[in-house]
């Protein structure tokens, strides 16, 4: 069954592409949760404007995400933590600590999700990759030192 999709679909397409799905896959999925109509003329021609909005959104999208990139790229985050014996933190650096710190710092909010690390528990420095879109991506510098 051919369906026309008015929102995206992960591994199926964006709104305004028109495509090929099983029958059961539209009757109980697209169609009931309104992430796709038939493809009738009319509704063609009313989400070919719907699409071009899409990809310009994708476009700003992109050149955020570069812009962003280009800020975060050698970046130093500094933390203070309470150690004890052999430099080990009492309370560990998680992704979350770097999204909020990326957010205060550069005023860029950053979802934890996308921050690649394992949570850091001893002093020290430490690379992190920021995932920003799709395959941009940025490097900061995370330095835990410690306080009293």
């Known amino acids: 069954m051919k369906v026309l999709l008015i929102k995206e679909v992960p591994n199926l397409g964006v709104p305004g592409d028109v495509v090929e799905v099983k029958d059961g896959y539209a009757r109980n999925y697209l169609l009931p949760k309104k ?3 038939l493809p009738t003329p009319h509704n063609v021609e009313r989400f070919r404007k719907l699409k071009e909005k899409y990809e310009m959104e994708l476009a700003d999208r992109r050149t955020k995400a570069q812009a962003l990139a280009e800020k975060l790229n050698g970046a130093e985050l500094v933390f203070g933590r309470k ?12 992704p ?10 550069f005023g860029a909010k950053v979802e934890a999700s996308k921050i690649v690390m394992e949570p850091i528990d001893t002093l020290g420095e430490y690379e992190v990759q920021v995932k920003l879109y799709e395959d941009i991506a940025a490097t900061v510098k995370v330095k835990v030192e410690p306080i009293d």
Request: aromatic share 4%; net charge negative; proline share 0%.
């Open 35 to 37: 992430l796709a109509v």
């Open 96 to 105: 979350h600590d770097v999204a909020k710190a990326i957010e205060e710092k």
């Open 83 to 94: 150690v004890h014996d052999e430099n080990k933190l009492y309370a560990l650096v998680r």
